[in-house]
């Protein structure tokens, strides 16, 4: 895990997830999917934009099943971590999630297979 550095604490931080959903904010990766699982439990509505995502809705479940294998922080660095994946998994297979969501592709709702 990458120690956060003197560089890293000078930098000015911006209002992120934590701010919004009223956790904790996190310098290493230990709390992230606490944090963002907290945010779209603590959320009235999500809104999840599929734009570059996938081409078609019908894509999404093989999108959601890499998400499946949960967030790698050794990808973190580049931006590769799985995150997005993990989100909409957690959230496709989460009733309560699921039901609050909107997917959205070109600009419109879509139904999720």
């Keep these: 895990m990458r120690r956060e550095t003197e560089e890293d604490r000078k930098r000015p931080r911006k209002k992120g997830l934590s701010a919004l959903s009223g956790t904790r904010r996190f310098r290493d990766y230990d709390h992230l999917a606490t944090n963002i699982k907290t945010a779209l439990q603590n959320a009235k509505n999500i809104h999840v934009n599929l734009d570059g995502l996938v081409d078609c809705i019908d894509e999404l479940p093989e999108l959601a099943q890499k998400g499946s294998r949960g967030i790698d ?5 580049d931006n590769s971590g799985n995150i997005t994946n993990w989100e909409i998994w957690t959230i496709l297979n989460d009733p309560s999630l699921k039901q609050k969501t909107t997917f959205c592709l070109d600009g419109k709702p879509v139904r999720t297979p």
């Design 73 to 77: 922080y050794r990808e973190w660095e």
